[in-house]
């Protein structure tokens, strides 16, 4: 592995270890175990769930939510809980396991990266070589506007994904909210939900345990996935 070489104000060479990869690793770790205590908490859990704050889930279920933390964080998809997703979480747990795929699609240091560059005019040289190693970049002076690129296509990207998806949840959505309003409400998060997973290849869904199978092979449900 590289190892950058930096002079000392003596003028003697000091290595300095590929930190950045070492605090990619690190950020995923803390992502998934922050993920798997919010999971946990039954403020996450289901509406008519066994899991109360007089009742908390024993340690299979911990396991289950550290298992869906790091399948979201990793984007791989899996879900070892029987009622999927939909039927675990309520809003606030399905909002803590998007945040999750997206922070690893795109990357916590990226994000991170972003949000501290956002408003910022000069960005120092080892905080430019430090984005550099992070992102993968092999343009150490575009770093920064690389970075401001991978963001921003991406929310359009998945902003343009909710639009597409929208008509098929609405069509979902009629079936149990007969009005227009609700249908339309109803429809909302899931637009936004798949469009993410989706765009960052997780897997993911919170339609139940049939997913989008029942509706396999309409074009409204077909091409936005």
Known sequence: MKRNVELNENGTKKVKGANAFLL??????????IGTFLLYLPLSAAKGSSVTWKHWGGLGYLLNCFFVATSATCVTGLNT???GLAGTFNLFGQIVVLVMIQIGGLGFITILSFFLT????RVKF???LFLTQATGSTSFGQVVLFVR???????????IGTLL???AFYEISKLSHPSVKGAVTYAIWPSIFHSI???????FDIIGSTSLINDAGTVFHDIPS
């Open 24 to 33: 990619v690793i690190l950020s995923f770790l803390i992502v998934i175990l």
């Open 81 to 83: 809980f029987a009622s």
């Open 118 to 121: 956002l408003f910022a005019h």
């Open 126 to 128: 080892k905080n430019r």
């Open 149 to 159: 690129k991978i963001i921003l296509i991406s929310l359009t990207v998945e902003f």
């Open 165 to 167: 998806s929208f008509p």
């Open 197 to 203: 997973s989706s765009f960052n290849n997780a897997g």
